[in-house]
């Protein structure tokens, strides 16, 4: 009986595994928060590039619709102001409006377990055992769309339509054979290391 116990276990270490996929989540992780500004970054500084440098703007947000509106935004902002646009808090003081919208600003995350997953403990009620990896895989991608239409605000004309802007970020980690694990991402911020290691901005 034993042996045949030994072999089930070993059976279920190789060969079973799960997926599972969560499109997004609404209690998010330092991780999951940096994969969504880090695309709104990079998406806002696609954005910015094609907007007419030296023109004094007002932003129109009433378009801009996203969870993280407010760092968007922000993003966003910052990203016309090093383009050289000139940003006023008065309609009636801008040479043109900036109307942006958020097509897209969210996560995607898919998980991958070949082994024993995390099972409740046979004599400690309440307490989970650790998962058993023979391979493990843990995906997360950050991305975000964002375009913008910008007009004359006394005669209503189209200064510029930009084209659809985006920006994307991912993370990596896994474990093969129990112990050896292997932790990247494109983000500059290393979470493996204890604080986690910050790469400098280029």
């Known amino acids: 009986m034993s042996m045949k116990l030994a072999a089930l ?31 709104a970054d990079r998406a ?39 383009h050289g646009v000139r940003l006023v808090a008065e309609r009636n003081k801008a040479d043109a409006v900036i109307l942006p919208r958020a ?6 995350e898919k998980s991958t377990l070949v082994g024993i ?10 307490v989970m055992m650790p998962s058993l990896s023979f391979y493990s895989q843990n995906v997360a991608k950050g991305s975000a769309k964002f375009a913008a239409s910008v ?12 084209d ?14 129990f112990f050896f694990t292997w932790h990247k991402n494109d983000m500059g911020v290393d979470f493996s290391e204890n604080p986690p290691k910050v790469e400098a901005r280029k």
């Open 9 to 39: 276990a070993a059976a279920s270490l190789l060969f079973a595994g799960c997926s599972a996929e969560r499109g997004s989540s609404p209690n998010r992780t330092a991780q999951e928060t940096l994969l969504i500004s880090v695309a």
């Open 44 to 82: 806002a500084e696609a954005l910015a590039a094609q907007v007419p440098a030296n023109l004094t703007a007002w932003i129109d947000a009433s378009g801009f619709s996203a969870e993280d509106q407010a760092y968007g935004l922000a993003a966003l902002q910052d990203a016309l102001l090093r």
């Open 103 to 108: 097509g897209m600003l969210s996560t995607y």
């Open 117 to 126: 997953p995390s099972l409740p403990s046979p004599v400690a009620p309440g």
């Open 151 to 162: 007009y004359d605000p006394r005669t209503g004309k189209l200064i510029v339509s930009t």
């Open 164 to 177: 659809p802007a985006y920006g994307f970020s991912r993370q990596n980690n896994g474990t093969v054979l």
